[in-house]
């Protein structure tokens, strides 16, 4: 076994801390990654805190992983020792059902195997995630990462990224289409630079007032406090798409107001609590109301390749591994500019 060494949570309400755990020694098919730097998702607090329920403690969250190769397997064929590789929120999948076969791993019928809090992998080993020292993946599961690219701001892309860039190319949003994105948090700012990016009129829509400048300078093209009623009643039958980043319970009704004919508001955020839909938000416009989950590993290395085409990187606020606790908190805030990422020289 691989000794590691990591920060985990123990239960739902105490603050995470050191944790010493073993992984799988190299197969034939997996990569040895030591891990340089790990982005901080709002799912990872959801997860941590137990806050959708089927959290398996220790959890070592994680899943936007960027770090350098040092080990692989004997038949692995896509890496070599000293590449740069990137892993983000599954790390394997049954490889058979329609989807695995169509790229859409993250849409498994049987599941894709979480990289962390998922007994997928044999039946009974649980996964630990990238707030730790190295990880043993698969090489299909993982991802080639350009070193042209400042590598702490490229690992919030394997989730933050890729959760934004599938919707937006999926729905083929672009140039004519007037795009809201609802938060600007790690999925939001990451959704107005794509969204900007494919030639969209981009609108942020937010609750904090303090963070207009940011949101025009990563490409938003205007900006609308969800708080003044006058301001959201100038917006309705506004946009043709509306992705909703928002982490905590609100009201949909009050967002598909703002759609136009046909227009299609993509829920990423994952609230911990169900929200009630009125019938009449969506049919007296043929609205739609539609969900995302991140993005296969074909797309995944799309964006990625993107990415590193086009200069587009998180915008992070590093933080050495023990300052985890104080990252949790000020993410409950929505006070994050916009990603923390996490440097593993510090664990
Ligand atoms: P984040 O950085 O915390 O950003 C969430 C943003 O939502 C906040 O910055 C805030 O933006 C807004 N917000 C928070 N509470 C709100 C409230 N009560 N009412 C209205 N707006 C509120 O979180 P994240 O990492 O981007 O993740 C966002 C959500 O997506 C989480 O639920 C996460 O689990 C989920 N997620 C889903 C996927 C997927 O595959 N679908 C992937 C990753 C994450 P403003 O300050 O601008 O209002
Ligand atoms: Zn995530
Ligand atoms: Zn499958």
């Not at 901080?40 to 969250?61: F, K, L, M, Q």
């Not at 990238?130 to 070193?147: C, K």
């Not at 100038?234 to 009201?251: C, E, G, R, W, Y």
């Amino acid at each position: 076994m691989i000794e590691s060494k990591g920060y985990a949570a123990f239960d739902a309400t105490t603050d995470l801390g050191q944790f010493n755990f073993t992984r799988r020694e190299v197969g034939a098919h997996d990569v040895l990654i030591e891990i340089m730097y790990c982005g901080v998702c709002h799912s990872d607090v959801h997860a941590a805190r137990n806050e959708w329920n089927g959290t398996i403690y220790p959890i070592v969250p994680g899943h936007e992983i960027v770090g350098k190769i040092t080990a692989i397997g004997s038949a692995v064929t896509k890496f070599k020792v000293g590449d740069l590789a990137g892993v983000g929120c599954f790390v394997d999948s049954c490889r058979t059902c329609p989807n695995c076969q169509a790229g859409l791993e993250q849409y498994c019928d049987t599941g894709a195997a979480g990289t962390y809090n998922s007994l997928k992998i044999d039946g009974k080993t649980q996964t630990f995630g990238g707030y730790s020292n190295n990880i043993v993946v698969d090489e299909n599961y993982t991802l080639h990462v350009s070193d042209k690219l400042d590598l702490p701001r490229v690992a919030p892309l394997l989730c933050a990224g890729v959760t934004t860039f599938s919707p937006l190319r999926h729905w083929k949003v672009g140039q004519g289409h007037k795009v809201a994105i609802l938060g600007l948090g790690g999925l939001g700012h990451m959704a107005v630079k794509f969204a900007a990016s494919f030639g969209a009129e981009v609108t942020m829509l937010s609750t904090s007032p303090s963070k207009q400048a940011d949101a025009e300078r990563l490409g938003a093209h205007h900006f609308a406090l969800t708080s003044d009623p006058e301001t959201m009643k100038s917006l309705t039958m506004k946009f043709d798409f509306i992705i909703n980043t928002v982490s905590a319970p609100h009201d949909y009704n009050t967002y598909l107001q703002l759609l136009k004919s046909d227009g299609v508001m993509v829920l990423l955020g994952a609230p911990p609590t169900p929200s009630q839909i009125n019938a009449f938000s969506l049919l007296g416009k043929r609205r739609t109301l539609a969900g995302s989950l991140i993005g296969g590993i074909k797309e995944t290395q799309e964006m990625l390749d993107y990415c590193a085409e086009h200069n587009i990187m998180s915008d992070i606020e590093m933080i050495p591994m023990h300052k985890i606790n104080e990252a949790y908190e000020r993410i409950m805030k929505s006070d994050v500019k916009y990603r923390f990422v996490i440097d593993m020289k510090t664990l």
